[in-house]
Every structure is written in structure tokens, then in C-alpha cells.
């Protein structure tokens, strides 16, 4: 019986012994092993692991990819813009022995690594590129964030600077940059087009002047084009040639207010023979003689007889002097 008891009781122990050792590490992961404080070279791989249960302690390390945001930075750009810049990074534990033993914390400490290093990567570029070529600002990052890594066992698989923050005011500058840049876009199209039409015109017109029955079957095609539309009214253009023609046969109206120009009152003077004499209106004088002749000439006015000297009105007997009745 007592024989039992010891085989039994070195069964138990042997079962406990068996329960206290046995781990299971998980596909994602590795297991380091410290005995008696010592880090063992060999790594545990996924599956059952069996340890010494006072000597060996297991520290499991996820291998999985890691995503952590690095908060955002505020710093001065190379061309004296202030930005806020923010970012991702993507590692993973490549070596836990190293991840392990070598830093405390390595998620902790890879977060103060990419801060610090977005800051000198804010500091080192310009606005533009960190709007329009983060390419090469990504691949800086890493390479920042890389050189401390390689010595925590960590591998950096990719860094993104995810948003850049601009103040109001460059906001507004930007958008009326560019604005004034499609403005003058829009100009250069539209010059480049009247260019072009103008030099297409030009070498249709040389063609029509050669052959004037062109120009003949355009205005014909243009008709058709516009009947087409069903229209009440149709507008046919109307030659230039023949508004030309009835310019010059117009007579140009005189100019000064209405007064004949110089050149007008040497014409007249030159023809005196094509302006209608008019006769010369008699005075009051004149017309009294005229009229005086008139009735002389009809025997209706006799003139006095002239008085001799020292003689008065009267005769020389003081008797009035007969006239002949008429």
C-alpha cells in the first residue's frame, strides 16, 4: 500500500508539474523565454511550449502590423508658414528578443520618435511639397523614424502624413492664387483660339477672293443653315462691296454750320454769269424826280416861271399876274 501512495503521489506531482509548465503561444505571436532573469536564445514559436515552472518565465510579443497615429505637430515651415501636420506609421516587432530586452516600451517610444521627427521633417520642407510631394516627405520620415528602430528590433513598414492644417488667412491667399491661375489659363485658351480662327479666316478669305463663287455658295450655305431652324424671318447678309459703292456716290453734307466752305465761295465768285442779277431798289428822292417826270410828261405839272430881280410877287401895276386857264 505504501508503494501505492508514493507512485500515486509522484503522479500528482508530475501532473501539476506538467500543468504549471505548459503555455500556448498564439500564431500571431512569439514567446521569449527568461530563465533565472537570463533572455534564451530561442525563440518560442506558435503552438505548445513546455517550461520549467520555477526557473522559466514566458514574455509573449505580438508580431502583427501596428497602426499608430502620430498626433498632430505645429511648426514653421522653411518658407515661414505656420502648419499643423499629422501623420501615420505602420510597424511591426521583427526581432522580440530586442524588442524586449533593449526598450521598455517600444510602442510608447516609437510615438516620441515620429513626433520628433515629423517636427524636423516640417521644419526642413515647404508648403508645396507638403501639399503637392509628400512622396519624398514620407520616405524621409521613414528613413528618420528607421535608423532608432533598427536597434529595438522594429520594422518600419510605411509612414503617411495624413492631413496638413493651414491658417485662414493662406487659405484665402491660396484660393485667389488660385483663381487668378485659371483666370489666366481661361485668357491664354481663348487668345489661342481667336488666333487660330483669325488665321483660318484669313486663309478662307484668300481662297474666296481667288474664286468669288465661293463666297457665292457660303452665302447660299448659310441660307440653307438658317432656313433650316423654320423661322419667320430670314436676315441675308448684304456686300460690303456695294455699301462702299453708295458711300462714295452719296453727296457729303457742308460742314461749318452750314456756311459754304472756302472752296465753295471761290466756285461762285469763278461763275458770276449763273447768279441772277437783281435790281437795285430806288430811294425816296428817286421815286419823287420819277414821279414829278411822269406827270410832266402827261401835261398835268407846269413848271413856275424864275422871277426877275427887284420885282415882288406882283406885276409891275400891282395887278396879279393871269395864268392861262389850262
Same mark, same amino acid.
Given at each position: 500500500?505504501?508503494?501505492?501512495?508514493?507512485?500515486?503521489?509522484?503522479?500528482?506531482?508530475?501532473?501539476?508539474?506538467?500543468?504549471?509548465?505548459?503555455?500556448?503561444?498564439?500564431?500571431?505571436?512569439?514567446?521569449?523565454?527568461?530563465?533565472?532573469?537570463?533572455?534564451?536564445?530561442?525563440?518560442?514559436?506558435?503552438?505548445?511550449?513546455?517550461?520549467?515552472?520555477?526557473?522559466?518565465?514566458?514574455?509573449?510579443v505580438n508580431v502583427q502590423i501596428i497602426t499608430m497615429p502620430v498626433p498632430a505637430q505645429e511648426g514653421i515651415t522653411?518658407?515661414?508658414?505656420?502648419?499643423?501636420?499629422?501623420?501615420?506609421?505602420?510597424?511591426?516587432?521583427?526581432?522580440?528578443?530586442?524588442?524586449?530586452?533593449?526598450?521598455?516600451?517600444?510602442?510608447?517610444?516609437?510615438?516620441?520618435?515620429?513626433?520628433?521627427?515629423?517636427?524636423?521633417?516640417?521644419?526642413?520642407?515647404?508648403?508645396?511639397?507638403?501639399?503637392?510631394?509628400?512622396?519624398?516627405?514620407?520616405?524621409?520620415?521613414?528613413?528618420?523614424?528607421?535608423? !532608432?528602430? @533598427?536597434?529595438?528590433?522594429?520594422?518600419?513598414?510605411?509612414? /503617411?502624413?495624413?492631413?496638413?492644417? =493651414?491658417?485662414? $488667412?493662406?487659405?484665402?491667399?491660396?484660393?485667389r492664387q488660385a483663381e487668378a491661375e485659371r483666370e489666366r489659363r481661361a485668357r491664354i485658351i481663348t487668345a489661342d483660339?481667336?488666333?487660330?480662327?483669325?488665321?483660318?479666316?484669313?486663309?478662307?478669305?484668300?481662297?474666296?477672293?481667288?474664286?468669288?463663287?465661293?463666297?457665292?455658295?457660303?452665302?447660299?450655305?448659310?441660307?440653307?443653315?438658317?432656313?433650316?431652324?423654320?423661322?419667320?424671318?430670314?436676315?441675308?447678309?448684304?456686300?460690303?462691296?456695294?455699301l462702299r459703292f453708295l458711300d462714295g456716290m452719296t453727296p457729303k453734307p457742308e460742314s461749318n454750320g452750314g456756311a459754304?466752305?472756302?472752296?465753295?465761295?471761290?466756285?461762285?465768285?469763278?461763275?458770276?454769269?449763273?447768279?441772277?442779277?437783281?435790281?437795285?431798289? !430806288?430811294? @425816296?428822292?428817286?421815286?419823287?424826280?420819277?414821279?414829278?417826270? /411822269?406827270?410832266?410828261?402827261?401835261? =398835268?405839272?407846269? $413848271?413856275?416861271?424864275?422871277?426877275?430881280?427887284?420885282?415882288?410877287?406882283?406885276?409891275?401895276?400891282?395887278?396879279?399876274?393871269?395864268?392861262?386857264?389850262?
Amino acid at each position: 500500500m505504501l508503494a501505492v501512495d508514493v507512485v500515486l503521489g509522484v503522479l500528482g506531482v508530475g501532473a501539476v508539474w506538467l500543468a504549471t509548465g505548459v503555455r500556448v503561444v498564439q500564431q500571431f505571436e512569439r514567446g521569449v523565454v527568461f530563465r533565472f532573469g537570463r533572455v534564451r536564445s530561442g525563440i518560442k514559436q506558435p503552438g505548445l511550449t513546455l517550461l520549467l515552472p520555477v526557473a522559466d518565465r514566458l514574455r509573449k510579443v505580438n508580431v502583427q502590423i501596428i497602426t499608430m497615429p502620430v498626433p498632430a505637430q505645429e511648426g514653421i515651415t522653411r518658407d515661414n508658414v505656420t502648419v499643423r501636420v499629422d501623420a501615420v506609421v505602420y510597424f511591426r516587432v521583427e526581432d522580440p528578443v530586442l524588442a524586449t530586452v533593449q526598450v521598455q516600451n517600444y510602442t510608447f517610444a516609437m510615438s516620441q520618435v515620429a513626433q520628433t521627427s515629423l517636427r524636423s521633417i516640417i521644419g526642413k520642407s515647404e508648403l508645396d511639397d507638403l501639399l503637392t510631394n509628400r512622396e519624398p516627405l514620407n520616405q524621409g520620415l521613414e528613413l528618420m523614424l528607421d535608423s !532608432p528602430a @533598427v536597434g529595438w528590433g522594429i520594422h518600419i513598414d510605411r509612414v /503617411e502624413i495624413k492631413d496638413v492644417a =493651414l491658417p485662414e $488667412s493662406m487659405k484665402r491667399s491660396m484660393s485667389r492664387q488660385a483663381e487668378a491661375e485659371r483666370e489666366r489659363r481661361a485668357r491664354i485658351i481663348t487668345a489661342d483660339g481667336e488666333f487660330q480662327a483669325s488665321r483660318k479666316l484669313s486663309e478662307a478669305a484668300t481662297i474666296m477672293s481667288d474664286t468669288p463663287a465661293a463666297l457665292q455658295l457660303r452665302l447660299l450655305q448659310t441660307v440653307v443653315e438658317v432656313a433650316a431652324e423654320k423661322n419667320s424671318t430670314l436676315v441675308l447678309p448684304f456686300p460690303v462691296e456695294l455699301l462702299r459703292f453708295l458711300d462714295g456716290m452719296t453727296p457729303k453734307p457742308e460742314s461749318n454750320g452750314g456756311a459754304p466752305s472756302a472752296g465753295a465761295a471761290a466756285a461762285v465768285a469763278a461763275k458770276p454769269e449763273e447768279v441772277p442779277s437783281v435790281p437795285p431798289v !430806288p430811294s @425816296v428822292p428817286e421815286l419823287e424826280a420819277q414821279a414829278d417826270a /411822269e406827270l410832266e410828261a402827261g401835261g =398835268l405839272l407846269f $413848271s413856275e416861271p424864275e422871277e426877275e430881280p427887284g420885282e415882288g410877287p406882283e406885276g409891275s401895276e400891282g395887278q396879279p399876274e393871269e395864268r392861262p386857264e389850262p
